[in-house]
Nanobody, 126 residues
Framework: VQLQASGGGLVQPGGSLTLSCRFSGSIVDYGMIGWFRQAPGKEREGVIV????????RYSNSAKGRFTISRDRSKNTIDLQMNSLKPEDTAVYYC????????????????????WGQGTQVTVSS
């Protein structure tokens, strides 16, 4: 399994950014796949993940209403569209995946994920 995250950068508060996670193999190989983030001094936390096979998205409270997740079939990516960014969104963003599906209550827990990309830095600052 290979996951490759890209698209991070510096953005002003209120701005938008799209991250892409390119995954190896087929989407059917994964029970869960999505985005996490880790700010300095904090634990890695779930942002939005897809619960397979129906691609039900699971949102963190911080993501609701601002972030969306989508799949680009042509590029084999899972994309994270982030709008109305805030300084507290500053973190390294990671793509995570696992083979088996999780119950909804565990979907955003990074401890349950087995595969990780290298991370991409997002900095929200004026």
């Amino acid at each position: 399994v290979q996951l490759q995250a890209s698209g991070g950068g510096l953005v002003q508060p209120g701005g938008s950014l799209t991250l892409s996670c390119r995954f190896s193999g087929s989407i059917v190989d994964y029970g869960m796949i999505g985005w996490f983030r880790q700010a300095p001094g904090k634990e890695r936390e779930g942002v939005i993940v897809y619960s397979r096979p129906d691609n039900t998205p699971r949102y963190s409270n911080s993501a609701k209403g601002r972030f969306t997740i989508s799949r680009d079939r042509s590029k084999n990516t899972i994309d994270l569209q982030m709008n109305s960014l805030k300084p507290e969104d500053t973190a390294v963003y990671y793509c995570g995946a696992r083979r088996n599906r999780l119950v909804a209550s565990a979907a955003l827990s990074a401890a349950h994920y087995d595969f990780w990309g290298q991370g991409t830095q997002v900095t929200v600052s004026s």
